[in-house]
């Protein structure tokens, strides 16, 4: 539906580049639109969310240190001084090392353990928090991305099911949290999307074949899927959504075997 989210604002945090589903999220509010600041990670993705970013005309573009709290606090003032409010919150930041998506869950270090729950799961907080006095203002929406590794044992998923699942439960507290000031916060929750970053996970590609096989749906899933589930739950046809968990993988969720 177009015009949804005319006059809307909103901060993405997570694209990377153009196959991230916060930059197909973020492309499907502009479009319906949205105006939208974002933000970035370190010198080595600058440049490609920057060309991103102001491919829609974006009025800021800001670096974010997710595990400090007060570059949090910054990005957060910044996005809405730039776009004059807060509206809405995309967040889709996740990581693990590489070495921890691999081999045994069991093996994972207790520093990397924490910080994959840090940059998983309280960044979620960490930016909630800040957000809450502008989304206050509008009754506004955050939503975050998970998946169901965070619920089942994946194999190779690992120290990444640990933190998706601290996510999925850091998510309803908030809305808890949040709800009484009209703010609603929700999760889409994909099947495997070919991104970059779930090429790290290996054997992603047979996680890929056996949703298609067995899903009810029996097919792939792709990041446009997931921004248009995203759009809904940050639009006012959800305004009576939250705490939520929607699955956006084919049905597979639903499957026992």
Known sequence: MKGRFEGK??????VANKRS????????LADEGATMAFTFQGE?????????????????????DVRQDEDCTRAVAEAAAALGGLDFVVHSVAFAAAEDLEGRFID???????????VSAYSLVAIARAAEPHLAETGGSIV??????????????????????????????????LGAEGIRVNAVSAGPVRTLAARS?????????????????????????????????????????????????????????
């Open 108 to 118: 994972t270090p207790r520093d990397r353990f924490w910080m994959a729950i840090d």
């Open 44 to 64: 080595r993705i600058e440049a490609n969310v920057r060309e991103l970013a102001e491919s829609i005309s974006s009025p800021l573009i800001t670096p974010c």
């Open 201 to 257: 996970i290996a054997g992603f590609s047979t996680m890929e074949a056996i949703v298609a096989e067995r899903a009810p749906l029996r097919r792939h899933i792709d990041a446009e899927d997931v921004a248009a589930a995203s759009a809904y739950l940050l639009s006012a046809d959800a305004r009576n959504v939250s705490g939520t968990i929607l699955y956006v993988d084919s049905g597979y969720h639903a499957m026992g075997m």
């Open 21 to 28: 589903i916060a930059w197909s999220v973020a492309r499907r």
């Open 144 to 177: 975050t991305m998970t998946y169901l590794g965070g619920e089942r044992a994946v194999p190779h998923y690992n120290v990444m099911g640990v933190a998706k699942a601290t996510l999925d439960a850091s998510m309803r507290y908030l809305a808890w949290d």
């Open 9 to 14: 604002r909103g901060l993405v945090l997570g």
